[in-house]
């Protein structure tokens, strides 16, 4: 897994619902090992919801991007159950109290909606 695509799958956790949930149900039924890159994902996930950091991004873009996600993810209290997520895997609590800047990064999610039967 390339770089670009360990950031992806860390927003893709932290930002969009079904991402996480996919997760959940396989936790639940026990489907196989959880691979390290995944908990470094969750991981990374959690540190995207901290404050944004104050100097050293490259984009003003993609500072934007994260906070419209940060505010729109509070709906569905992702936070919380990224939280409740890394404790039940048994992940430690991390420190940070900004976004590593490593992680500021203009990433488009999946269109998220309803599947409306036709």
């Known amino acids: ?3 670009r695509e360990k950031i992806q799958l ?10 996480l949930n996919q997760f959940c149900g396989e936790l639940r039924k026990g489907l196989g090992e959880i691979s390290t890159v995944f ?39 992702m936070p919380d159950f990224i939280q409740a997520v890394r404790q039940k895997v048994g992940r430690p609590p991390l420190t940070a109290k900004e976004v590593p800047i490593r992680l500021v990064r203009d990433i488009a999610l999946p269109i998220f909606c309803q599947n409306h039967a036709n």
């Open 10 to 19: 860390s927003y893709e956790i932290a930002f969009f619902p079904p991402r």
């Open 1 to 3: 897994m390339t770089a």
């Open 39 to 77: 908990l470094e994902a969750l991981d990374d996930a959690l540190l995207l919801h901290q404050a944004l950091p104050s100097r050293g991004y490259g984009s003003q873009r993609a500072l934007e991007r994260l906070a419209i996600y940060q505010a729109r993810s509070r709906a569905y209290a």
